[in-house]
């Protein structure tokens, strides 16, 4: 298995999904896991999880969230960015 991380900003408050509330404006640590798919001549990725990772004082929370919410909330944080 495999772990890559990236960040991203959310200028303002922001929604991943109902489960997870409302989050607050600032700068997130992504880590997306994939598993090795071993094929006849070479070796490929697959996604298994995608992790935002919350910190706060003290703590970190780690919550697992499909690809398409964080595009989305990303999104809506750019338009809103951009008084749209």
Do not use: C
Request: glycine share 4%; no cysteine; charged share 25%.
């Amino acid at each position: 298995m495999r772990t890559t991380t990236s960040s991203v900003t959310f200028q303002a408050p922001f929604t991943i999904n109902k489960m997870v509330g409302e989050l607050p404006a600032g700068t997130y640590d992504i880590e997306v896991d994939e598993e090795p798919i071993f094929l006849d001549d070479r070796m490929a990725y697959r996604r298994i999880a995608t992790l935002l990772l919350v910190r706060t004082p003290g703590s970190t929370r780690t919550i697992r969230i499909e690809p398409e919410h964080l595009e989305t909330a990303m999104q809506t944080d750019a338009r809103a960015a951009r008084g749209e």
